[in-house]
């Protein structure tokens, strides 16, 4: 059984009951292992602390619930440090110690990258966030699964947004040198061009750089109208916004996401430097024009605070993409089977999931379930409970 919209939105117990995930007969069955791969320390690991929040929180309310026809959920964590080496040896350790089942992450891409084709050549499945392209090869790696958007459609709105929203034609690109960093500043620049812009500026930085004075001066010099850095490191993103307000140079900033986590803003000199930045986000996670959220996301955020989880440091969809991904893993156990073609037959149905962060389904042909529709770009100064304003230009969510 698959979810509709209308169950999607009621509480989270009733969301429980309507992935089919009943109360156990017998009790005395062996768990679900879930081998789990965030980065939750590292200068990547922004990411990873709001994924884990919402993820331990779904695993908790299935299990509360009953797990998954009496057999509970089991998280076997693994911090990958943000380090690519470390997350294979993690990958290492859960599919050969512990024989999990699925493996849910990495979540940063340049763990992604070196992970995935080691899942592939093991027949295990693979649920991951991340957004580099090629991490969904379909005939490379079958039982791999992306429960978020491609580069494609993020570095797509962010791009459209400089150019056609903000009519800013010459851009300088920013990145920095981790895996993600380079794929990205990498499939960016030729979509920029393909829309009138040109790159008048593009390069990759060491993100533990502590001067970036240097290279925004050669953005200015080269007549940069907008600023787009893609980047997970907090630090390295608030260098960015502080360096242009030391300049007073006042272009907008677009791109990346962790532009407007709580960890950038903490890290900000002044508030008013985060005026005019504009991050990539999710529709199903922002604020409409009357400051409401939609009424999924709007009963999450009620759990959250039911739960006390901490918002402020973190941004709502990280939390959300986390939540969302054991409630997919169990839906698939449940209505499949456990042994990877019998997940992967049944995801491959394209079966569209309405979590909190977007409505997700994949089919047999691709493996990327996130809808167009649903990336946008948000104001970061108006973050209030990890969620956002839509950017100037979007009119009423």
Partial sequence: MSLTRRQALKSGAAVVAAVGISKPAIAQKDPILIGYLPAVTGPSSSTGIGITRGTQLAVDEINKAGGVDGRMLELIVRDTQSDPTKAVNATAELTRSHKVNIIWGPLNSGEALAVVPILARQNMVQMHSCWVDSLTDVKKYPLCYRNGPTNQQIGGAANRYAIETLKKKKVAVISDTTGYGTSSL?????????????????????AANPDLKPEELRM???????????????????????TRGQLNWDVPIVGQ????????????????????????????????????????????????????????????????????????????????GLAPEQMAGYWNKARAYPGVYGTVGFSADSRDGYPDNEVVMCEANSLKQGAFNLAPGYGAA
């Fill in 186 to 206: 990498n499939a960016y620049v030729p979509m920029i061009k393909t829309l009138g812009g040109e790159v008048v500026y593009q390069s990759s930085v060491d």
């Fill in 220 to 242: 200015q010099a080269a007549g940069a109208e907008v600023i787009m850095p893609w980047s997970v490191n907090a630090g390295f993103l608030s260098r960015i916004i502080n």
């Fill in 257 to 336: 996401t962790t532009l407007g986590s709580g960890q950038t803003q903490a890290l900000l000199e002044k508030p008013e430097y985060w005026a005019k930045v504009y991050p990539n986000n999710f529709k199903p996670v922002c604020y409409d024009a009357k400051g409401k959220l939609p009424d999924r996301a709007a009963a999450f955020v009620d759990r959250l605070k039911a739960n006390k989880i901490e918002m402020s440091d973190t941004l709502l969809w990280w939390i959300g993409v986390g939540y969302d991904a054991p409630f997919m893993i169990a839906e698939a156990v449940k209505n499949g």
